[in-house]
């Protein structure tokens, strides 16, 4: 199975700052990725596909990138809303395997 | 708007079966490929199976002989038949439905619904 690892697996950070989370795949996948944001007792929100594509009503201050073995996803500018759990997700090859998710709070 | 509604998780006994459904609406179920995803305390997230619109299954190595997935496109309904439950099999069942694009694309979540296995 392929094995995606994130970092960090949590952070605080202040409202406004720039965030990187990253996600390493044990092999490439191509572009196969996804990014999906968890809130608190919520089910997972799909956020990008392809690595970089943003799905719609998504907002523009998240950005993803990546190819290979090597993905980021960014917050530009840390909204309180933004408070949730990160997950990455690859579906190049069966079984789809998760990433253990990056935890993102405010200071 | 799209919905998707998980029932049927609950208490049961190690040794036991569940029957979890999930009810879809707000979009045209049959085009739709439909999986289970679960999470644990111990693995996070997992996906277990997914349904193609005409009935083909794909089962994670690890459940494969344990679950069974079945839909229903006339009812927009998915269900998922867990046997043999143990320990950590503890946690949140979502059913979701896939992108047109891709398979892998969860487009849409339901809440879930709490498996909790113990005696």
């Known amino acids: 199975d392929i094995q995606m690892t994130q970092s960090p697996s949590s952070l605080s950070a202040s409202v406004g700052d720039r965030i990187i989370l990253t996600c390493q795949a044990s092999?490439?996948?191509?572009?196969?990725v996804n990014w999906y944001q968890q809130k608190p007792g919520k089910a997972p929100k799909l956020l990008f596909s392809?690595?970089?594509n943003l799905e719609t009503g998504v907002p523009s201050r998240f950005n993803g990138s990546g190819s290979g073995t090597r993905f980021a996803f960014t917050i530009t500018s840390l909204q309180p809303e933004d408070v949730a759990t990160y997950y990455c997700?690859?579906?190049?090859?069966?079984?789809?395997?998760f990433g253990q998710g990056s935890r993102l709070e405010i200071k | 708007q799209v919905q998707l509604v998980e029932s049927g998780g609950g208490l049961v006994k190690p040794g036991g079966s569940l029957r979890l459904s999930c009810e879809a609406s707000?979009?045209?179920?049959?085009?739709?490929?439909m999986s289970w995803i679960r999470q644990t305390p111990g693995k996070g997230l997992e996906w277990l199976s997914y349904?193609?619109?005409?009935?083909?299954?794909y089962y994670t190595r690890s459940l494969r002989g344990r679950i069974t997935v079945t839909r229903d496109n006339a009812e927009k309904s998915v269900s998922l038949q867990i046997n043999n439950l143990r320990a950590d099999d503890t946690g949140v069942y979502y059913c979701?439905?896939?992108?047109?694009?891709?398979?892998?694309?969860?487009?849409?979540w339901g809440l879930g619904t709490l498996v909790t296995v113990s005696s």
């Open positions: 979701a439905r896939s992108g047109l694009q891709y398979l892998g694309q969860l487009t849409a």
């Open positions: 707000g979009f045209t179920f049959s085009d739709h490929y």
């Open positions: 349904i193609s619109s005409s009935g083909t299954t």
């Open positions: 092999q490439d996948v191509r572009k196969f």
């Open positions: 392809d690595a970089s």
């Open positions: 997700q690859q579906f190049y090859d069966l079984p789809y395997t």
